[in-house]
């Protein structure tokens, strides 16, 4: 914490618990690089954890729910007044275990980020664009598909963009 400190890091918002592990998740990356394979996920501190954003975060214009459990991301996302932007990514072990709270966070975001894979698990459709399109019909304007090593699609409305990797 020093070092972040040092280089003025905003770190008010950071929560110490006194005893536990960190989030801890295991896995590997096949042939198709875009799956991921989980073997063991720990969520450890995570279990029992409430975020609390400090007041001068309540105003923040743009907010980004990296791929914590869903009801942490609802969380968070009562506590912040009126946010310009809201994106949310997610993972395989959160649309397995916390479907519903997913979808109510998809409600809630302008943009989602998740892998074709992800995608295609949440809604059970092959093609990634219909997957997309069911994604976008659940809330969030914007959906943003990574395809790593391949690059990323954004689906805005009716438009898409494909921007490849190089």
């Given at each position: 914490?020093?070092?972040?400190?040092?280089?003025?890091?905003?770190?008010?918002?950071?929560?110490?618990?006194?005893?536990?592990?960190?989030?801890?998740?295991?896995?590997?990356y096949d042939?198709?690089?875009?799956?991921?394979?989980?073997?063991?996920?720990?969520?450890?501190?995570?279990?029992?954890?409430?975020?609390?954003?400090?007041?001068?975060?309540?105003?923040?214009?743009?907010?980004?729910?990296?791929?914590?459990?869903?009801?942490?991301?609802?969380?968070?996302?009562?506590?912040?007044?009126?946010?310009?932007?809201?994106?949310?990514?997610t993972?395989?072990?959160?649309?397995?275990?916390?479907?519903?709270?997913?979808?109510?966070?998809?409600?809630?975001?302008?943009?989602?980020?998740?892998?074709?894979?992800?995608?295609?698990?949440?809604?059970?459709?092959?093609?990634?664009?219909?997957?997309?399109?069911?994604?976008?019909?659940?809330?969030?304007?914007?959906?943003?598909?990574?395809?790593?090593?391949?690059?990323?699609?954004?689906?805005?409305?009716?438009?898409?963009?494909?921007?490849?990797?190089?």
């Amino acid at each position: 914490l020093d070092y972040l400190k040092s280089r003025g890091i905003d770190l008010a918002g950071v929560q110490i618990v006194p005893h536990g592990k960190t989030f801890r998740w295991a896995g590997y990356y096949d042939f198709d690089l875009n799956i991921a394979h989980t073997l063991d996920t720990q969520l450890n501190v995570f279990t029992d954890f409430q975020p609390t954003l400090p007041d001068s975060y309540r105003q923040a214009p743009y907010v980004f729910l990296a791929n914590i459990d869903p009801e942490l991301q609802l969380q968070v996302l009562s506590q912040v007044e009126k946010p310009k932007l809201t994106v949310c990514d997610t993972m395989n072990f959160w649309i397995d275990g916390k479907p519903d709270a997913l979808k109510e966070v998809l409600r809630r975001v302008d943009i989602a980020f998740m892998n074709d894979a992800e995608a295609r698990q949440l809604t059970g459709l092959l093609s990634t664009i219909k997957a997309a399109k069911a994604i976008q019909a659940l809330g969030p304007k914007t959906v943003i598909i990574k395809k790593g090593e391949h690059g990323a699609l954004l689906f805005h409305g009716s438009h898409h963009f494909s921007a490849p990797s190089f």
